[in-house]
């Protein structure tokens, strides 16, 4: 038994079939990572017990750096435009009152107006000590001060003011900048120059530092310290009533928001250190948030990053062990049920590719924004059931759902979901005679995914299907107790993937042509579109041959009833049954239905040659089909509806004619042969049995139904004894069924009918 396994093996289309199998348990381990365990935490999980850091790592902390973030907005300075002009204005201006005080005689024929810009209205003001002001005026400049050097006083006194600015008030809150300084930008200039605090710019706190600066200034150029302080007060008592209105400094809102922007932008991420074995990471029996799986990400990459070789090679061994199990017992119950699938090459391949997608798709809609892993999944499992027979598509989705459940390392409970919704698809799937049937199938589909979810959920204490997302969502329509409420979320949870069953079906809706195409297969609804008399082939035949097509439309209806007799698929007959003979329609006068009364052809040609005649309305009926691009099902049942079978008139005719020369050998018998293949599944051999069976009814002289039975049963059993159904798994059980069903269909069209009086005539 070892020496035949080792032989098997050494088969080239063994080895290919390996390869391939081999080469798709890789794509899927290298797409998903399977080299390490998946990251299995999602939002809404309760952990049984305290989650501890494995590893150390270090975690960017995006909350406390916004903090930051936003503390530098509020702590930045404000860009203020200064403008000089008004200050130098108004030292002119001062220069100028100055000048005209210095020049008049005597304290009484100042103009009072004038005087009281200096001195204003207050207590203890009387004429004496006026007088003595201005005489101290007089005298200041009477000792050498004139006007410009006056001046030069004032502007050494101005220059802070110059430089920095003067303002009443800011025009910024505390709330969107700094209150301690501002950044001032000279008129002109692109960029601020400096720095100034507050107390240098605002009005009431500069006017005692100008006061005490023109004290200093007008006596180092005034030389009598007495008449240098009178002075320095009247000029300080003229610009007090003035500088109140001097303001120079004006926000420049652009250039401070960049600086806040600057300031943001300067400060360092955050970054949170997390220790092995100390850190605790989420806490037991609590639902995790966004923010816990955020966390416990960022742990799972730094300890997938510290595996060894060891582990990833460990673990990618289990993973390929898994695959090679699932592979066996998938390949045994093809080998013994569906042994063609492996066979055909390309249908093999069409197959591990549609694994392979699905595995993919299901671990990238698996992410915890969507949580919609059992759409692809659900989609395969529908293919699969439209493809090949429900117990098959139940085997390879179970097969593709515990692969995804270990893929996502989400235990026994995601598997049984994952399960369920795709079993309740397939089991309620049957026969698609209408598009609104998959719609029902993912309602019902929805509604045993929602109650299985529920209860797995209840079982495991665990809210399966609950997407961040949706959490948010709920978390805006309900009160804060009603979303932290376990029901709640499992609620939640169970109705999303009750709705991704809903949206599988309807996508299934779209993507079925498709599949069709690319499986090879026909549901009812394509076989109805294709079985439309309006064909272009049908109606060729209808003008060409019509009583071919008079044939494959009894044909047709006889055996459609016979395949539903023994649980094929009768639309399937019907359909092939309409093109079973297309062929004919290019040598029509050849086939006695559609000779008429120029009489039968085949009396001039050698029974050879009339054979070929007749066999090559098969390749040609092939041929046609190819052309008009009707699907391989289709072409089948043309190529198989004779299989090998002997065309017993011609060869018995050629046999008759060769007895009279005794030097010719018997006639080659499978030279008489059609080139087949016998049928390869019931429906071809139902329509086999049907088309010999109707065209040979006709010739029935008295189609008594005792008659019509003997008929059915000989040509049944001719061909089950010629081997003709012996690839196709008809058993002898549904032989039989299959003979009672064609004798009631013959016998309800050939039945007995009163014979009328003739005519008379009138």
């Not at 235990?411 to 598009?435: K, N, P, Q, T």
């Amino acid at each position: 038994m070892v020496a035949r396994g080792l032989s098997v093996l050494r088969r080239t289309d063994v080895l290919i079939r390996l390869g391939l199998c081999v080469l798709a348990a890789l794509v899927m381990w290298g797409v998903t990572g399977s080299w390490a365990p998946s990251f299995s935490y999602r939002t809404g999980f309760i952990p049984n017990r305290d989650i501890i850091a494995r590893v150390d790592f270090s975690e960017e902390d995006p909350v406390e750096t916004a903090k930051r973030k936003d503390q530098a907005r509020s702590q930045a300075e404000f860009v203020y435009e200064q403008d000089a002009r008004p200050l130098e204005e108004l030292r002119q201006e001062l220069k100028n009152k100055v000048s005209q005080l210095a020049s008049v005689e005597s304290y009484d024929k100042v103009e009072p107006k004038l005087w009281e810009e200096f001195s204003p209205a207050g207590e203890g003001k009387t004429p004496e000590t006026e007088k003595r002001k201005f005489d101290a005026l007089k005298g200041f400049f009477m000792v050498g001060m004139d006007s410009g050097r006056f001046d030069e006083a004032i502007k050494r006194a101005f220059v802070p003011l110059e430089r920095s600015g003067v303002i009443d008030v800011l025009q910024h809150t505390s709330t969107e900048g700094s209150q301690q300084g501002v950044k001032v930008r000279p008129t002109g200039k692109p960029q601020w120059t400096h720095r100034a605090a507050v107390e240098e710019v605002l009005v009431s706190k500069i006017k005692p530092q100008l006061q005490q600066r023109l004290i200093e200034e007008l006596k180092s150029f005034g030389g009598m310290s007495e008449n240098s302080l009178t002075v320095a007060d009247l000029t300080y008592a003229w610009l007090d009533q003035r500088l109140q209105n001097a303001r120079t400094l004006q926000l420049d809102r652009e250039a401070s928001e960049a600086e806040k922007k600057a300031a943001a932008d300067a400060v360092v991420m955050v970054i949170r250190e997390y220790k092995a074995n100390d850190a605790h990471l989420a806490e037991a029996r609590q639902p995790l948030d966004s923010s816990h799986v955020q966390l416990l990400r960022r742990e799972y990459e730094a300890w997938r990053k510290q595996m060894g070789w060891s582990e990833k090679i460990g673990h990618s061994l289990a993973t390929f062990g898994m695959y090679g199990a699932l592979y066996t017992l998938c390949g045994f119950y093809i080998l013994n049920r569906r042994r063609k699938l492996v066979e055909d090459l390309n249908k093999f391949s069409v197959l591990l590719g549609a694994i392979v997608v699905t595995v993919i798709l299901c671990w990238g809609a698996s992410k915890d924004q969507w949580r919609a892993e059992i759409i692809p999944l659900m989609l395969f499992g529908m293919t699969a059931a439209i493809a090949y027979e429900k117990e098959l598509a139940l085997l390879l989705a179970a097969s593709v759902a515990l692969i995804v459940s270990f893929l996502l390392d989400q235990g026994l409970a995601e598997f049984v979901i994952l399960v369920s919704s795709v079993a309740a698809a397939i089991l309620f799937l049957a026969r698609i005679r209408s598009r609104t049937k998959l719609i029902y199938v993912g309602a019902i589909s929805g509604v045993v995914v929602v109650a299985t979810t529920f209860g797995v959920g209840t079982l495991v204490g665990q809210a399966f299907g609950a997407t961040d997302s949706a959490l948010n969502v709920v978390e805006d329509w309900l009160p804060a107790t009603w979303t932290n409420s376990f029901v709640v979320t499992l609620a939640i949870g169970a109705f999303w993937f009750g709705s991704c069953s809903l949206l599988a079906s309807v996508l299934m809706t779209g993507l079925l042509p498709f599949i069709e195409r690319l499986f090879d297969v026909q549901t009812d609804i394509s076989l109805l579109e294709l079985g439309d008399v309006q064909h272009p082939l049908l109606q060729q035949l209808v003008r060409r041959a019509p009583g071919t097509y008079n044939h494959s439309i009894n044909v047709a209806s006889i055996a459609e009833t016979a395949a539903e007799a023994i649980g094929c698929n009768g639309l399937l007959v019907r359909v092939g049954a309409y093109f079973h003979d297309i062929g004919k329609m290019l040598k029509p006068a050849y086939f006695v239905e559609n000779q008429g009364t120029e009489g039968n052809r085949h009396e001039f040609l050698q029974p050879a040659m009339s054979t070929l005649v007749i066999i090559a309305h098969v390749k040609d009926g092939a041929d046609l089909a190819r052309q008009h691009h009707l699907p391989r099902t289709i072409i089948d049942f043309i190529e198989q509806h004779h299989g090998t079978t002997l065309v017993e008139y011609f060869y018995r005719r050629e046999a008759k004619r060769l007895e009279s020369d005794p030097t010719a050998a018997e006639p080659d018998e499978s030279t008489f042969r059609y080139p087949g293949p016998k049928p390869q599944t019931k429906e071809t051999a139902v329509l086999m049995l049907a088309d010999v069976v109707e065209s040979a009814s006709r010739a029935l002289s008295d189609p008594t139904p005792a008659r019509i039975e003997s008929l059915v049963h000989d040509l049944a059993l001719k061909r089950l004894l010629d081997g003709q159904f012996d690839e196709c798994g008809l058993t002898l059980q549904e032989l039989r069924i299959l003979e009672d069903s064609l004798v009631k269909s013959l016998t309800a069209v050939y039945h007995g009918r009163v014979k009328y009086p003739e005519h008379q005539t009138v």
